[in-house]
């Protein structure tokens, strides 16, 4: 734990952690000084002027909150009447020249100027002069719509392309108020992180050609959840809504702060897997070729696998810890070999230093922790022998191929337990629909061998099956979380001290032998 | 009244040529400087109690002395000719007439503060100026003055010369550091201060044209001599630029502490015939300006300026007579502090655009007083809330001009138009 000092706010006694500025250090403890162009991820600038607060008998006796570091016995003034004035004016300021267009904005609902209005302002405005005019809807790329009437300068996106991607697309132009971001001409957004210059703006001024117009923001449900787009396993928001009448609807993901794994930030990428959620999403069962209801599927499987000589079962790098063991303990008990082989998945090169990982799937570590093989010559000797294959989410026509997988439905009975329409589901003799990952809880490991878990963020109108639930039905022990939980407390060396149900928000890191999360 | 300390070498044809220069005693300290200890050097600057001539008026010994001891970085010298504040017209004198002055006073300086690497920041629009300057620059390399071993001493002198782009902002000092290193011209946030963490993250001085071009005098001569001008805090001399309705605009070197009317009057030529003083701007367009009466009490020095509620500023005096309508001053007056406001800070990007469209619209005759009460009060609003005082070099003076002359505010909104010309 950070050294913690003392300094009075208000003329009341805080303590803070040390080292921090000002907004950070008070702001932890509850007290919110505004600031508009402070973040943590991108530091002070100190151009909104809005965290001006007093220090008594301090040099100078004003100062920005985000720039000064908080230091022991510090008397900071913030509820003065200096200071209030001080904040209503610099709103006034700010929206002397802005557009005041909420009502078809997008940021309405979740925009720093509205909020701090509210908060900070309140007055009625006083301009009774022309306006400055700018540009609107300009396109930056990357899906980043921008409207210069209703920036308000704070240069976060423009910091953001410097500090974080590094990649200086943009870049405020002119001075005074002719000032503007803008891109160089013909040299759009071109990075892959460059839709967390929406999530950074305060107001409205970028915003996601993909989101603006579909929904306000105060009818958004905003639940926590892991992005599965890659092994970075992100933390999210998943954004939805059910409007009457229709089913939940995921709108966006947004990254969720968590230091251990995303800071900030997500790729571009991953926020917009939300469509994956939404679109091409399996719900009736077919037997043998025909659509057949949930029980008789379950049925036929189950005959299938009776009549088997030689089973393999391929298990997705993105199915749950839970879902993982529950498909090895049935297999198991079926004598069918397990194979996790899903080199598909990983796509070499496309990984970079920051958050992008090759692998694209987010539980492979999950697979190596459960001793599941995952190699290509252990699939290749169980299913040259095998004359049943069950894939459990596993699209192996990402690794195999089309060809091969079409081959293979050839020589054996091939059926598929999955949440997505692909290829291989597609082929299959036999389909089982089940829940995707924003519609049940589960527990991943991320590259980092970072444990976290995640839960049901969408409720659909007709809930789909989980995994565990379907291989439950199919003849597995495994019949919950909770069941799965103590398995692989016993099962897992790695685990054996992990208590599932309190795993922390942050994750809990799988780094050293002796990890353990259990109270003492 | 006048004195030519610093105007020594104006009249002489060709004095920013080495050779007639030094004809004339350029460079002729060197021989002194380098038998002195570098903190010698300093202890005589300050006690001359040479003052920053830019317009803020700190003690330039004392800014030198802020600089960090045992350092392992290197110190850069930034000379600010940036010169772009309305009606000063000093250091580009300076820099056309004697600019081997000033790179004799860079040598002085970089002696005192041990320091390799010299810009010189010279306003974009002095394109002139920097060819003559450049020559100059040149020539002291060709004569051993600057370079490798400068002076023949084992010490590197290299000054560059590094041209603005048109910016006012780009004269306040860290905006000024923030344009050499090739960025836009925004002030930064102090602390830290230049001494400590200027140009490139080094201790850096900055120091106006006419600071460093008063040194080869202090040195040669004592500091003595040059307290023997001016007032006990004021010393030595300043270049005034006299310009607006009087008889005799023009540069004059003058010591400090003359009264304001008497220079006018004597050195100036006065009012034109039959016109009456309706105010003056003491030194630059940033000043708050002088009524009539005050300018009857004021004498050019730094207390006198600040008793009356004023700055010193650059020496840049504007003589307002009665013909000058003070509402479109205002108005050409925020038009040139909103155009040039970098645009950083929410409260002057923003509030001087208001603010000269409000005078803009009372000029329209469409004006109430409430519009009055509003500039104002935007004055206030948007003084030191800001990085750097940009803002408050409009606010200051607008804020004198609106209490000074409100009559001439609401004759406008009583009646349109006002029935006096522009300036």
């Not at chain 2, 920013?16 to 570098?38: Q, R, S, W």
Request: include cysteine; proline fraction near 4%.
């Amino acid at each position: 734990m950070a050294e913690k000092i003392k300094l009075f706010v208000n003329g009341q006694e805080v303590e803070v952690e040390s080292g921090k500025n000002l907004v950070d250090a008070i702001g932890a403890v509850g007290i919110e000084i505004p600031h508009l162009c402070y973040h943590p991820a991108l530091g002070a600038d100190g151009n909104c002027r809005m965290c001006l607060v007093g220090i008594e008998d301090g040099r100078p006796p004003l100062v920005p909150a985000c720039k000064t570091r908080a230091v022991e016995g510090m008397k900071v003034q913030l509820d003065t009447d200096k200071i209030r004035k001080i904040q209503r004016d610099v709103m006034e300021f700010e929206l002397v020249n802005h557009p005041v267009d909420c009502p078809v904005c997008d940021q309405a609902g979740e925009c720093k100027l509205q909020d701090y209005y509210m908060q900070y302002d309140g007055q009625k405005s006083r301009m009774s002069v022309p306006q400055v005019r700018k540009a609107k809807h300009l396109d930056f790329g990357c899906g980043v719509i921008h409207d210069q009437e209703r920036c308000i300068l704070c240069a976060r996106c423009v910091r953001f392309t410097r500090m974080i991607t590094k990649t200086g697309e943009l870049g405020i132009v002119n001075r005074t108020d002719y000032a503007r971001v803008t891109i160089f001409p013909g040299r759009p957004l071109a990075n892959r992180y460059a839709l967390n210059v929406v999530d950074l703006c305060p107001v409205g001024a970028m915003t996601s050609q993909d989101f603006r117009f579909k929904q306000r923001a105060w009818f958004l449900t905003k639940s926590k959840s892991i992005c599965h787009g890659c092994a970075k396993g992100c933390n999210i928001f998943i954004d939805h809504n059910r409007e009457k009448y229709k089913d939940d609807i995921i709108y966006r993901f947004r990254p969720r702060l968590n230091e251990q794994i995303n800071g900030y930030f997500m790729c571009d990428e991953g926020r917009m897997s939300y469509k994956l959620e939404n679109e091409q999403r399996l719900t009736k069962p077919v037997l043998n070729g025909k659509v057949a209801d949930f029980g008789t599927t379950v049925e036929g499987i189950r005959r299938a696998l009776s009549q088997a000589q030689k089973m393999l079962f391929v298990v997705s790098p993105n199915c749950s810890l839970e879902e993982m063991r529950a498909i090895q303990q049935f297999a198991a008990s079926q004598n069918a070999t397990l194979s996790g082989y899903s080199d598909g998945y990983i796509k070499q090169g496309d990984g970079d230093d920051y958050l992008i990982q090759d692998d694209k799937s987010a539980n492979r570590a999950g697979l190596e922790l459960l001793g599941i093989d995952s190699s290509k010559t252990g699939f290749e000797t169980a299913v040259a022998e095998a004359d049943l294959l069950i894939s459990f989410q596993n699209d192996l026509t990402r690794t195999l191929g089309a060809e091969a997988c079409n081959q293979l439905k050839e020589r054996m009975v091939l059926i598929s337990i999955g949440s997505h329409e692909d290829s291989l589901t597609q082929m299959a003799a036999i389909m089982l629909p089940v829940a995707s990952y924003s519609e049940k809880d589960g527990t991943i490991v991320n590259a980092d061998r970072i444990l976290q878990r995640y839960a049901v963020a969408v409720e659909k109108n007709a809930p789909p099956v989980t995994l565990i639930q379907a291989v439950a039905q199919l003849g597995g022990e495994i019949t919950s979380l909770e069941s799965a939980w103590d398995d692989l407390n016993t099962v897992v060396a790695g685990l054996n001290k992990v208590d599932f149900a309190q795993i922390p928000e942050q994750g809990l890191a799988l780094t050293d032998s002796e990890v353990s999360n259990v109270a003492a | 009244m006048e004195v030519k300390i610093l105007s020594a070498k104006f009249d002489i044809e060709g004095a920013h040529n080495i050779e007639v220069a030094k004809e004339h005693g350029a460079y002729a300290t060197l021989d002194k400087l380098f038998t002195m200890d570098p903190a010698e050097v300093t202890t005589i600057v300050k006690d001359s109690g040479l003052r920053g001539r830019g317009g803020a008026g700190f003690p330039a010994g004392l800014k030198w002395s802020f600089l960090p001891k045992d350092l392992d970085k290197p110190v850069y010298l930034c000379v600010n000719s940036d010169e772009s504040e309305p009606a000063t017209f000093k250091d580009r004198y300076i820099l056309v007439r004697d600019p081997h002055m000033l790179i004799e006073g860079i040598i002085i300086c970089c002696y005192a503060i041990n320091c390799q690497d010299t810009y010189i920041y010279i306003r974009g629009e002095y394109t002139s100026q920097v060819k003559i300057l450049q020559a100059a620059i040149d020539e002291a390399y060709a004569a051993g003055y600057l370079g490798e071993k400068a002076c023949g001493q084992d010490f590197r002198i290299d000054v560059t010369v590094h041209r603005g782009a048109g910016a006012y902002v780009c004269g306040e000092e860290t905006a000024l550091l923030e344009s050499i290193e090739g960025k836009k011209g925004q002030p930064r946030s102090k602390p830290p201060f230049p001494a400590v963490e200027g140009l490139y993250g080094c201790p850096t001085i900055i120091n106006n044209v006419q600071t460093i071009a008063s040194l080869p005098f202090i040195l040669a001569q004592g500091a003595d001599a040059y307290k023997a001008h001016g007032t006990e805090k004021s010393s030595g001399t300043h270049l005034f630029g006299i310009s607006g309705l009087v008889q005799k605009p023009g540069m004059y070197e003058l010591p400090l502490g003359l009264p304001l009317l008497e220079v006018l009057d004597k050195v100036a030529g006065g009012l034109r015939e039959g016109r009456t003083l309706k105010g003056v701007i003491p030194g630059g367009s940033s000043t708050p300006v002088l009524t009539p009466e005050e300018a009857q009490t004021v004498t050019l020095d730094y207390e006198s300026m600040a008793e009356h509620n004023t700055m010193f500023g650059s020496g840049g005096i504007v003589v307002l007579d009665d013909t000058v309508d003070i509402v479109k001053l205002v108005e050409n007056l925020i038009y040139f502090y909103h155009h040039e406001s970098c645009g950083q800070c929410t409260p002057c990007r923003e509030g001087l655009g208001w603010m000269l469209k409000i005078v803009k619209k009372i000029i329209r005759g469409e004006g109430s007083t409430k519009d009055i009460d509003l500039l104002l009060e935007l004055c206030d609003n948007i003084e030191m809330k800001t990085v750097c005082v940009l803002s408050a070099a409009c606010t200051m003076p607008v804020r004198s001009y609106l209490n000074k002359f409100r009559h001439e505010f609401e004759a406008y909104v009583a009646g349109g138009a006002s029935s006096q010309s522009a300036m």
